[in-house]
């Protein structure tokens, strides 16, 4: 089987978010599996999902998928969806952190400026803090190193 078409990537896409829409809303894992099903013989709507779980199975013509495999596909529906929202998210924090630097960077060259040109304090503290700030936002600056010491249990008396 070669790699779905655009019509069935995006009912696969429905599928996933429909498959985290009933989990939101506290149904089982098989109950799920099942309102998916692409064999309406299982199927709890008794309709075919379109691009449901065992759409392969379901067009040969063979037995349906057992419970153990519904709940496995909706479990990796599920896993799968979230992991592309997450990637989405990732991407989505990367441009803005992006753009927070552009801004940064203008604000950090008006007081560097000021701080070099004039010899101005409080345009030292600002361009300061402003690299203080990147350095947070970027993950720059190092934890604190942390010792953990945990004291030996007394020696019993020999």
Known sequence: MGRPDKAARGAIAQRRTDAIDLRVAGVDWLTVGRKLAADSRINSDRVAYPQGYGIDRNNRGPEPPGDDQLINA?????????????????????????????RLDHLFFVAYGQAVKDGD??????????????????????????????????????
Do not use: W
């Not at 529906?77 to 552009?102: F, G, H, P, S």
């Open 121 to 158: 304090l409080p345009a030292i503290d600002r361009a300061l803090r402003i690299m203080e700030h990147r350095a947070r936002m970027n993950g720059l600056d190092r934890p604190n190193k942390t010792e953990i010491v945990t004291p030996l249990p007394p020696r019993a008396a020999s």
């Open 74 to 102: 909706a479990c990796k529906d599920v896993r799968q969806a979230l992991k592309e929202r997450t990637t989405e998210q990732d991407e989505k924090a990367d441009e803005l952190r992006a753009v927070e630097n552009l």
